[in-house]
Each structure stands twice: as structure tokens, then as C-alpha cells.
């Protein structure tokens, strides 16, 4: 178990680390909308990820 909780400990900080990268990125191409909504539903689904693991986390 204590290994598991290391793994979900790395996968919400990579979780954080993309979500970064994404707003960096869409930041960049407001420009372009589309892109922009995409990136944005990309950073909604990892924040949703991320809460999922954390709760996880908090359980075991």
C-alpha cells in the first residue's frame, strides 16, 4: 500500500505539471478558440482526475 500511495503521490503532481503546461499553451493560442476550448477541456478533465486520485489518496 505504501508504494500505491507513492504512485498516486507522482500521478497528481504529473496531473499538476500537465495542467501547467496547458495553460501556458493556452494562454499562447487564445487566438485561436477552438484550440483554446480544446486545451481547456483538457485541464477540466486532468482537475477532475486529480481530484479523483486525491480522494483516493485520502482513503488509503
Known amino acids: 500500500m505504501d508504494r500505491f500511495r507513492r504512485l498516486l503521490e507522482h500521478w497528481i503532481e504529473h ?5 501547467e503546461k496547458y495553460r501556458e499553451w493556452m494562454e499562447k493560442l487564445k487566438d485561436h ?11 477540466e478533465k486532468f482537475e477532475e ?12
Open 15 to 19: 496531473n499538476e505539471e500537465h495542467i
Open 33 to 43: 478558440p477552438e484550440i483554446f476550448s480544446m486545451l481547456k477541456d483538457a485541464v
Open 49 to 60: 482526475g486529480t481530484r479523483i486520485l486525491e480522494e483516493i489518496k485520502r482513503r488509503v
